[in-house]
């Protein structure tokens, strides 16, 4: 069974940084794409961005493009989620989890999938 655990949250002021690790058990990111999401009120869980096990394409939700960055490595079994320029809007659970990256008309979505972490809480705030 797949276990994902997230780490690195925490307050920090506006414009700051903070990366988010998720520890996953060995060789998921061989089989599974990872993606953090984020809730949206009025909605569901948003597809923060993803990386894709295969050949390690990324989704960016536009809201954070250009701030945020996904990466892994593979020999620790981690995904992290370096996040800049950070804004209150920002502030939620993060949550890790396996994904489904999917190419729609509009474009590459994703989608979390059958296994989840259990968030870590990001606050940004002055």
């Known amino acids: 069974q797949v276990q994902l655990v997230e780490s690195g949250g925490g307050l920090v002021q506006p414009g700051g940084s903070l990366r988010l690790s998720c520890a996953a058990s060995a060789n998921t990111l061989d089989y599974y794409n990872i993606g953090w999401f984020r809730q949206v009120p009025g909605k569901g869980r948003e597809g923060v961005s993803c990386?894709?096990?295969?050949?390690?394409?990324?989704y960016y939700a536009d809201s954070v493009k250009g701030r945020f960055t996904i990466s892994r490595d593979k020999n620790k079994n981690t995904v992290y989620l370096q996040m800049n320029n950070l804004k209150p809007e920002d502030t939620d659970i993060y949550y890790c989890?396996?994904?489904?990256?999917?190419?729609?008309?509009?474009?590459?979505?994703?989608?979390?999938?059958?296994?989840w972490g259990k968030g870590t809480l990001v606050t940004v705030s002055s």
């Open positions: 989890a396996t994904a489904l990256m999917a190419h729609v008309p509009e474009g590459i979505e994703c989608f979390g999938a059958d296994y």
């Open positions: 990386i894709s096990s295969s050949d390690g394409s990324t």
